[in-house]
């Protein structure tokens, strides 16, 4: 086996695994299009485990696990059965700050205006790479990260 041909299998494995990332983000781009979450003409970037505050009582709640998918337009987190999925358009997003899920500095409180009634609420939701994120939605939100 001679060198060039090691390149190529290297190459031809990245080729793949590209294939196969884009493929599942097609899978899910169909399966959030069809929960009328986004739209068709929107991309979907990434998606990942991440964890969310299930609302309780006024600010009060308790930390679950979701997925969150970041598309060009929106954040989507898919929550559990009985609770409303969180879609954040990046336009309504008013703020955004670092806080932690226990002692765990990973979470994001994200203050936006809510879609459907108007009102300005806050959500968090924790994941991994959260400055990437961060930054991220505040460019879309055309907000500065203090």
């Known amino acids: ?3 060039f041909s090691l390149f190529g299998n290297k190459e031809e494995a990245e080729r793949k695994r590209e294939a196969k990332r884009i493929a599942r983000l097609e ?3 169909q399966n959030l299009i069809k929960l009328q979450l986004m739209e068709d003409t ?3 970037i990434d998606f990942f485990q991440a964890n969310y505050v299930e609302r309780l009582v006024g600010k009060f709640g308790k930390w679950e ?3 969150a998918y970041f598309t060009e ?3 989507i987190v898919i929550t559990g059965i009985l609770e409303e999925n969180i879609v954040i358009p990046y336009q309504n997003i008013r703020a955004l700050e670092k806080s932690s899920q226990g002692a765990a500095q990973m979470a994001i409180t994200i203050t936006y205006e809510d879609r ?3 009102e300005t609420v806050s959500d968090r939701v924790s994941m991994m790479k959260r400055d ?3 930054a991220f939605m505040a460019e879309k939100a055309h907000i500065s990260l203090d």
């Open 42 to 44: 929107d991309q979907l």
């Open 132 to 134: 990437y994120w961060m």
């Open 1 to 3: 086996m001679g060198l």
């Open 27 to 29: 899978k899910q781009k």
């Open 65 to 67: 696990q979701g997925w």
């Open 73 to 75: 337009e929106r954040l």
């Open 116 to 118: 459907n009634s108007g």
